[in-house]
């Protein structure tokens, strides 16, 4: 089992040592591949550099760069030194990166050549991509630094699409609490081979890329998801475990003529998360990776990736993110404020965050002084316990009285079998205060029409609930990984349904 006291220090000699820890694909034709003790001795070198440059406890450390394994090591060796890593999202604006450069208090900045070019600060910058990085390495044995209960190891930015983003700092007590729950059932992990395609600036990707090098398994990391390349990486490298955004698989699923190709009969575990998974897609999972235990994942960078969990000798209900887990503290809060079965979920773990960082009235907002986080998802509880996500709060609106949740609608589109992908927002009305409008992805080669849509959904769900006007997209826009841009997609939507209102007031 995991016994480090610093999350970048997660080495074992004995499971790990010369087994293979990380298959690079940053070039698809000449991946490069590292031992777990290779790896080791790269962090060290990483953080006697850091170190070597004057950098002291708790400064911070910047990464700008696509996935690659100069990531995790510059990542592993600011933990070991007792600095701090700022992963940040390389497709955030110059303007926003600038800001989380100056909000974080970065000292230095590791970056590939690409964001090392756009980068317009005058920091410090290694890059990955020249003699820098290679310059600032200084073998030899390392005392990795141990951190105190209350160490922030990591500052990690929410999206910001609803305004400027949001540090949230967290520590190291907290991930490898997190890091333990996940690898308390079913060590060893050894034989495991998992593949990481989403951004390593991404809690999602991040601590599973933990889990595999505190597990002593293996890991094929794609410097950015590609449909193509995803299934063909997991014969190529026979990977047994595949990590993603639902979004990516929908995405890999749509490429029929090369899935169909593939022999995908390693995968035997599946697991998705950072967003809601369709019954359409959870099914397609099920029928393309047969016998693979399959689970949609549920955390939040602000109270840790761990709240729901299988259960041993239990089979985990279809949609359903598992069960409490130990340790976490949860309720679901009701419109009038009283715990229910369905429900806003409030959640407490070791790995909260104390606050937002410079941000104390955000954090007020969220976090209670006895450290209750308001996730702004909700859930449902059935009678065995389990839980399922029916959407966000702030996604929620009213139609004639009646609250719609869009993946309420989006689950109804998205079972016509001539759907591929769907998103619903709401479009203002003055009668009925909001109605919903469908952005829906067909099948190749449908020639599905708006009528059938309006008419599957009435047939199928409470007739407030049917959108009222269905959109059809080639393939629906994306903010951040994986997640569909929903606040683009609202903007359109509205734009279409006030032209149309004003040719029907003009006719």
């Known amino acids: ?126 890059d990955f991509d020249t003699t820098d990085f290679e310059a600032l390495l200084d073998a030899g044995n390392f005392a990795v630094v141990r951190p105190a209960d209350d160490t922030v190891a990591m500052v990690l930015y929410t999206s910001g699409s609803t305004g400027r983003p949001k540090g949230v700092p967290l520590t190291h007590r907290g991930h490898l609490w997190a890091l333990r729950m996940r690898t308390q059932r079913g060590w060893p992990f050894t034989d495991h081979r998992l593949l990481v395609a989403a951004p390593l600036y991404h809690m999602n990707a991040l601590c599973t890329s933990l889990f595999a090098n505190g597990a002593s398994a293996s890991m094929v990391l794609l410097p950015e998801f590609d449909a193509r390349l995803y299934l063909q990486a997991i014969e190529r490298f026979k990977c047994t475990w595949i990590t993603s955004v639902p979004t990516m698989l929908a995405m890999a699923f749509a490429e029929r003529d090369l899935l169909d190709s593939l022999d995908l009969s390693s995968v035997s575990v599946v697991r998705m998360g950072s967003a809601p998974v369709s019954a359409k897609l959870w099914s397609e999972v099920k029928e393309t990776f047969p016998g693979a235990n399959i689970m949609n994942g549920y955390g939040t960078t602000e109270a840790g990736p761990i709240v729901f969990g299988a259960r041993p000798g239990r089979v ?56 209750w986080y308001d996730s702004g998802d909700v859930f449902r509880r059935d009678a065995d316990g389990a839980y399922y996500f029916v959407g966000r709060s702030d996604d929620m609106f009213v139609c004639g009285g009646e609250n719609i949740y869009p993946s309420q609608v989006e689950a109804v589109v998205e079972s016509h079998p ?34 059938a849509v309006k008419a599957h959904a009435l047939e ?48």
């Open 1 to 126: 089992m995991i016994a480090a006291d610093n999350l970048g220090a997660l080495y074992d000699a004995e499971l790990g040592g010369e087994r293979t820890a990380l298959i690079d694909c940053l070039s698809w034709d000449a991946p490069r591949t590292y031992s777990h003790r290779e790896l080791e001795d790269l962090a060290n070198a990483c953080a006697r550099g850091l170190l070597g440059r004057g950098l002291g406890p708790g400064d911070a450390v910047a990464i700008l760069s696509a996935n690659r394994a100069e990531f995790l090591i510059a990542y592993l060796g600011i933990l070991r030194a007792g600095l701090v890593a700022v992963p940040i999202n390389h497709k955030f604006s110059a303007d926003i990166i600038d800001f989380i450069l100056d909000d974080a208090a970065i000292k230095l900045v590791f970056c590939d050549a690409a964001r090392s070019a756009a980068l317009t600060s005058d920091l410090p910058r290694t």
């Open 460 to 507: 199928r769900a409470p007739a407030y609930q049917h959108p009222r006007r269905v959109i059809f997209l080639d393939a629906l826009p994306l903010a951040g990984p994986g997640k569909i841009d929903r606040k683009t997609l609202k903007a359109e939507a509205e734009a279409v349904w006030r032209s149309e209102m004003q040719n029907q007031a003009a006719q």
């Open 316 to 371: 985990l209900p279809d949609l359903s993110v598992g069960w409490q887990m130990a340790e976490v503290d949860l309720k679901l809060i009701d419109a009038e404020g009283h715990e229910a079965d369905e429900g806003v979920l409030w959640h407490r773990t070791p790995a909260t965050m104390t606050g937002y960082l410079n941000l104390p009235e955000k954090t007020r907002e969220v976090l209670t002084a006895d450290g």
């Open 418 to 451: 001539e759907v591929e992908r769907s998103c619903v927002v709401p479009v203002p009305d003055d009668i009925k205060g909001e109605k919903p409008v469908a952005f829906v992805v067909r099948v190749p080669g449908s020639q599905l029409d708006e009528a």
